[in-house]
Each structure stands twice: as C-alpha cells, then as structure tokens.
C-alpha cells in the first residue's frame, strides 16, 4: 500500500481484534482489573459526534489499561425506555418495541465502524425483559426491605396526555409535548425511601476525591442538608380543627422582621378554607397549574391570596400577621408553611411590595448604615453584620453564628426546637406510561396490594397496544390487567403505572458484571469487577443519575446484590465538555430563521449562492441543523481522524468546536506519519552518529513519559501535542536505521490508544509481534529523562543576545567564561568590561555591563 487508506486497514484490524476476541472480558486472577464505562446512550437512531468523543475517550483508557497488564472491561448498552418511543409510536405509527430495536442496531452499526475496544458480548438494553425482569426482582427485594412504599403526593399532571410528567417535562407551566396547561393533582404513587440516606449520600461526597469538585457539589445542594428552627404561630379565630401554624425556617435569626404568613395552595388549611371560599379554590386551582420545581417557582410571577385569618408572633402576642395562601410553597418541603422576611429574602421583598406588607430589616450591612429599601437585603452566611433586632448580645455576628444563636434562644424560651433537614425528597418512581418497567405488584380487593411472586418474573409489557388515544395502554387493554393474586390465588388487576426510566439507569452498571445471570447479579462477579474505576460522562448527568445510582449500590448491598465495598460505585468521574458547531442559517419571507446542515454551505454560501448567516459555535443540535454526521466523516477519513481530532483540539472537560478545517488537518497528520514509518519501515540497514541515535533515542523516552501522563491525567490534548513534536523529531533525525525503527515503534504504541487501526498498521511495517493492542505500554527510562547537557539563554543589560550548550553540571565559572566569549555578547559589550555576571542554575545567564 503506497499511501494512508483508512478505509482499507480500519475493517481488517476490527476484524482482526474481533478474531482474537482481544477486549472479552473474564475474571482473571493473574491481573489487576480495570472496569470503565461510559454513560450509556439512549437509542435514538443516530450517533453524533459528541458520542464520539465520549466514547472514544473511555476508549483510550481502556487501551492503555489493557497495554499496562489490567484485566479490563469496557461494556455498552442501551438506556431504551422512555417517552421518545412512544411519542414516535403516536407520531408515525408502529411500535415502541420496535422503533427502539430498530434504532439500537442502527447505532451499534454506526458505532463498530469507532473501533472501540467494547466486550460487545455483554451488551444489552434496558427493554429486554431479562433486565427489567430482574429489576422488578430488585424492586421486590427492596420493598421487602422496607425500601419502597406507596403514597398520595401531588404530582404534574398532563390532562391531554393523561400521564404524570417530571418536572423538567413542565415548561412555561404547559406539557412539553401536548402544550396543554399542567395540573398539580394528587394521585397515589410508588417511592424509593432515597431520604432515609441523605445523611450518609452527603458524608460520603467527602471520600470522593476523583470526583470532580463541581459534581460534589451539586450533589451536596441537592441534598441540601440545613440546621433551622421548627415551631408554631397560634392562629387568631381559627377554623376548627386549626389552632396553630407551625413552620420550619433555616434564618431564625430574622424572625423579629417577620411580616407575613404564607402557606401551600395543599396545605390542609388552604384546603379546608377553600371549601368554603369559591374565590380561594378558584385562586389554588390556578396555582395548582404549572411547575414544581425551584427553579419555575422562582421565576415565576409570585402571587397570594389573603385567608383574612390572623397569628401571633411568638414573641409579642400583640403582633398580628396575616395569613397568605401563597404560589411559590411547595406542600413537600419543610412543613408547606413559611414565614415571610421581606428585608432578607428577595422572593419575600417582591411579595411584600405587591401587597403592601411591611418590611421590617433585623441586620444591617454597619452599626451606621441606613436600610435600602429598594432591595432585600441578602449576605452570605459568614460574613458579619450589624443585627439590630437579634436574639444575642452580640450585635456583630455573622449569620451563621446569628442562627445558632436564635435557635438556642427559641428553645430557651420554650418556643420551638432546633431541626436538621435535607432538601432531598424521596424519589417518585411511578410513571403513568406504557413504554418501561412494569412495578411487578397486583391489587386484589382481599388482600391489598401484593407483591408478585418471583417465579412470575419478569412481568412482560404486552405487545398488542395502540397509541390511537391518550393515556396508559395498560390502563385500557383488555386482558393485560387481569391476574391471579400471589397471596390468595383469587381474580386481581396488576399495578399499570410503570418506573421512572432513572430507574433503568441506576443499576445498569452491576448488571454489566453478570449480564446474564439469573438474579440481578452474580455476587462473585460483582465483587471482581465492581467498582467503576473510571465513569465518563455528561455534567448534565451530575446530580439526579448520580445520587440514585449512590443510592441504588446502597440498596443493592442491603438487599444482597453488591458487595459493601460497592457501596459508592464510581471510584473516578470524568465529566467532557461538548462538542460544538456553528450554526447557518437564512430567513424566510416572515424573517423566521431556516437552518442548513454544514455540509450545504461552502464558503458561507448555500449550493444556490444565497449567502448564510454564521451563529458562533454552539452545542450540536438537530433542531439547529448544526450537526455533523460521523458516519459521513468516518467514510470520507476514517475513524482514527475522527478520534484524533476530538481529542486533539482542546482539554477534554471543555467544549471542542469540530472544524472541517480541523479534520483534514488531522487527517494530513496521520497520513503523514504513515508516510514516515513506511519509509523508516523500508530501510533494514544504515548507521547514524552515536551522537544522533542517542539524541532520538531520549527524545522516545521523553515522549513515553511524557504521553504515558498524559493519558493517565486526560490531558488527552497535551499528549497529542507531545505526539506531534515527537512525530517531528523522528522526521528530521539523522540516526540510524535501528534507532529510528525503534522509535516509530514507541511512536506507533503510544498513538494506539488514540488512533487504534493507524498504530496496527505501522506495528505490522516495522515486523512488531502479535498485535499492538496487546503489546506491553512502553516504558520510559528515568536516566534517559536527563540531559547531559542544557541550553541557557545569555542576556546583557536584560536584553537576550544569544544562547550557549553547557555540561548540566558545568561549574560556575566555565558557564561564565563560555557566556562572556559568545560573538554576540562580546559585540553587545562593545569593548566594556562586565561589572558583573549572574548564573542562574539551568535558567540564565546575566551580564551587567
């Protein structure tokens, strides 16, 4: 072969790899293991290149792991239930089951063609019913364990749809496919106990050191451990049955500035007033519409309605607060009731200025300083601030130390107690939908509700549904429902709401160790390959994936199913940035934007000539058009160019914009390196200087080193740039024939993690042994590391006139006299004697004249 063709080695070396089942994974105990895994995609038909570079990064860890003697296993499956298939059922006819499969096989065979080192023999998708039937089987244990428990809770419901959407499907208060105006309703609904560990979930962030340290603390925010201060307001003429309010606040140290009393539209007293109030109900009912999460609270228009009831502030029963049904208090958090400090919480402050309440400031930024009336006002928590209604002594303290004082102080006067509480809510699993895990329980009318019984796993999805109208299939298929009780044997109806597809995510990475087994996992396998040692994934993925896979292990090891020593199950996390395009687009008579793919544009203009407007690089996206296929890119340089280039042009945390500039140069690179070992590979005799072979020959070595971190650190980027000046050095030596063989093939070897099929090809050339993929990682040799000698640049009067080679250990004086008889300083010097000469050890030289 007289040039680089990608397209002609890349086959034959997967098909090589795949004879020699090189990436098969099996308990081994002559080496270490090494277990890395990607977050597996969901199987939406088309590959893009941020999975490229996603997975192609775990590939270049597993392959150096595999060079270094690990015992490695790098698995891939589909995370394949979820609303897209049924969306896609209802847009174009058909069938979830079939829609998935079908795009499951069309991206695995847009992914071989990668080259990925992925033990293919243990993949699987979340639908199978061997996995979801042995999630179900998990279910069951959990619920034995006390893990799991039912219960009425307020959800977002979709009145088209019919279903229960999560609150990031709630968009501008609407369905985010139906449009329709979302409800807040109450519905009996399955829960993992996930609360019951948000003590131990947050302590053990702290042994996460390979975790990045945004990730911790997003996770940490989210679990949002606080210390604040329960008690009661008594109400004034209250409905029967409600005497008092009781609320839960973190700034105690700001109840002398209360202003007002809010309470949930679910709270049970709006509820009970609203029974006799047309005006409440209609105002709750509209609250009841929208999201639930903080952050569409927060943005959203805050609104009350004033109950005209009245409470004491505990500290002066002549002070009277009105009580608010309020939009922005949640029933699920703290106890659904919250006093208001307008002077302090923004949220507050608006609230207070559209009803005209009082806002009362408890601290000011000095002992001197005036209240600014125009804003809250909010400082963090440690810094010090002057409190002119506090509840210690001391009038400058920080708020922290503010709030224990408070809460000591509260309980001192018997109003209330000091109370931690996280933020985190237990995790609702039911899912009113066709297309996921059946929750294996039945309702029988003696009985209750039963759990299945095990022999009966998995409880398969039936097949023979229609999407023709909204809501559950399972809810209305004729036969599907109806079953026998495990417990009494008498007529029963199966549960029809299914899991959350987080469920399916949270578990997948056991089921990798023992993908075939007949219980959720082997424990012998699981206690081989588990931990992950290294998970890679979106930062999008960092809070909720993460937390309930955390949570998952630890129910896993109560229930039998893990190890305790898998207990936190990612020992290393690795979140990469995106991989960006810009975007093009024209306008249409309406001057609405039409987008084109990169491939109709050149030169900023459309095949027609009409020019194209250039949005700066942003996020791949189809809606945007601004994608680029990899399979197009594979066909026309191959999947080692694609590789090399995502990995090339930026550090691999940060976003990496693809250039069809930037492809073809690297594409050149390689190329050219084939160039250059076929030639070396060509010559079999010549000697070069001993001068010269050692100089390439530390240059190798160097290289090793230098690569070998890099890959180890993912400075995948810095590699490669080792990797193109060591490409350099190799064109332009002189050494002989044996030095240069021996350094393409060190070069060959450390660019087989990155660009697997070019590295086989040039091992073959050079008469390597066996495969590449399996040759033992080169090792650099610490002596070879230094430099007999070094380069000093020479300054006079500060300005750089020259550079002199000096022994490394030359003595001072030697360094001085060599320096000083440089033609360039002596001609700087202008016949001037030097006043005196600085030596800096291996930086400097410094001549004042």
């Not at 004729?478 to 469920?503: H, I, K, N």
Request: hydrophobic share 40%.
């Amino acid at each position: 072969m007289s040039r680089y063709s990608a397209a002609e080695i890349e086959a034959r070396w997967q098909d090589a790899w795949e004879q020699a089942s090189v990436f098969r994974a099996a308990r081994s105990d002559d080496k270490p293991k090494y277990y890395v895994l990607e977050m597996f995609p969901y199987p939406s038909g088309r590959i893009h290149m941020g999975h490229v570079r996603n997975y192609t990064m775990g590939d270049v860890i597993a392959r150096h792991k595999l060079a270094t003697g690990h015992n490695v296993l790098h698995p891939m499956g589909w995370d394949a239930f979820g609303m897209p298939a049924e969306n896609a059922a209802m847009a174009i006819g058909g069938h979830p089951k079939d829609w998935t499969y079908q795009n499951i096989a069309d991206m695995r065979d847009q992914m071989k063609p990668l080259g990925l080192s992925i033990d293919w023999s243990r993949e699987f998708a979340t639908c199978d019913p061997e996995y979801y039937g042995q999630q179900q089987a998990l279910f069951l244990d959990m619920l034995e364990a006390g893990l799991v428990y039912r219960k009425n809770a307020v959800v977002n419901w979709d009145p088209v749809d019919m279903t229960v959407l999560a609150n990031e499907q709630v968009i501008d208060g609407k369905g985010w496919r139906s449009g329709a105006d979302v409800e807040r309703r109450e519905l009996t609904q399955w829960f993992f106990k996930i609360s019951d560990m948000a003590e131990e979930l947050l302590d053990a962030l702290d042994t996460l050191d390979d975790w990045p340290a945004k990730v911790r603390l997003m996770q940490e925010n989210w679990i949002g451990k606080s210390r604040g201060l329960q008690f009661s307001f008594s109400l004034i003429d209250g409905p029967e049955g409600f005497d008092r309010v009781e609320v839960y606040t973190t700034r105690p140290d700001t109840l002398l500035g209360a202003s007002f009393i809010g309470v949930s539209p679910d709270h049970p007293l709006a509820k009970h007033l609203e029974k006799s109030d047309e005006a409440l109900a209609a105002f709750s009912a509209e609250c009841r519409k929208g999201g639930t999460t903080a952050e569409a609270l927060e943005t959203a228009e805050k609104r009350g309605y004033d109950t005209g009831l009245r409470v004491r502030h505990p500290f002066d029963t002549s002070w009277e607060l009105p009580v608010y049904v309020a939009n922005f208090i949640l029933m699920d958090y703290g106890t659904g009731a919250i006093f208001g400090c307008p002077a302090h919480d923004q949220r507050d402050f608006d609230f207070a200025r559209k009803y005209d309440l009082p806002i009362i400031p408890t601290y000011l930024p000095s002992e001197d300083a005036s209240p600014d009336l125009n804003e809250a006002y909010v400082p963090p928590k440690n810094e010090t601030v002057f409190y002119n209604s506090g509840f210690a002594g001391e009038a400058h303290q920080t708020g922290n130390k503010a709030i224990d004082a408070a809460i000591d102080f509260c309980e001192g006067q018997g109003v209330g107690q000091g109370v931690t509480k996280f933020r985190l809510r237990d995790w609702g699993l039911s899912r009113q939908r066709y297309w996921g895990c059946p929750i294996p329980v039945v309702h029988c009318e003696a009985c209750g509700v039963v759990p299945e019984a095990k022999e009966n796993l998995p409880v398969r999805l039936p097949d023979d549904v229609s999407f023709d109208v909204p809501g559950n299939p399972l809810d209305r298929h004729p036969t599907w429902r109806q079953t026998s009780c495990p417990a009494c044997g008498r007529d029963a109806l199966r549960e029809t709401d299914t899991m959350d597809t987080f469920v399916d995510s949270s578990w997948y990475f056991a089921r990798f160790t023992a993908p075939r087994a007949d219980t959720p996992t082997d424990l012998a396998e699981a206690a081989y390959w588990m931990n992950v040692d290294q998970y890679i994934g979106g930062i999008e993925h960092a809070i909720l994936h993460l937390l309930y896979s955390r949570f998952f292990a630890r129910a896993m090891h109560i229930t039998g199913h893990l190890p305790k020593s898998a207990i936190e199950p990612f020992n290393a996390l690795f979140t990469q940035g995106m991989v960006t395009h810009e975007i093009y687009q024209t306008r249409d008579d309406n001057a609405r934007p039409v987008y084109h793919l990169p491939e109709d544009v050149t030169d900023g203009k459309l095949a027609n000539g009409t020019p194209v407007e250039i949005i700066p690089s942003a996020k791949m996206s189809k809606s945007k058009k601004n994608v680029v296929d990899p399979v197009s890119i594979i066909s026309a340089y191959g999947a080692d160019t694609a590789r090399w280039f995502v990995l090339s042009d930026s550090p691999p945390e940060r976003d990496v914009e693809w250039t069809a500039a930037g492809a073809e140069a690297a594409h050149k690179h390689l190329s050219r390196v084939w160039r250059i070992v076929n030639e070396i590979a060509a010559v079999t005799s010549g000697d070069g200087s001993p001068e010269a072979d050692e100089a390439l020959l530390r240059e190798m070595h160097k290289a090793i080193h230098d690569v070998t971190g890099g890959v180890e650190s993912f400075g995948f980027n810095a590699a490669i740039a080792r990797l193109y000046a060591f490409t350099n050095t190799l064109s332009k030596s002189t050494a002989g024939a044996d030095a240069k063989r021996r350094a393409a093939s060190a070069l060959a070897q450390l660019m087989s993690p990155m660009t697997p099929h070019l590295a086989e090809e040039l091992w073959q050339m050079l008469g390597g042994e066996g495969l590449i993929v399996t040759a033992p990682w080169p090792v650099a040799d610490a002596s070879m590391l230094v430099d007999d000698t070094i380069t000093l640049p020479v300054q006079v009067n500060g300005k750089r006139r020259g550079e002199i080679n000096v022994a490394q250990d030359a003595p001072k004086e030697e360094v001085e006299k060599i320096a000083l008889a440089l033609d360039a300083v002596q001609r700087a010097m202008d016949g001037a004697q030097p006043k005196k000469v600085i030596v800096v050890p291996g930086r400097i030289v410094n001549v004042v004249v």
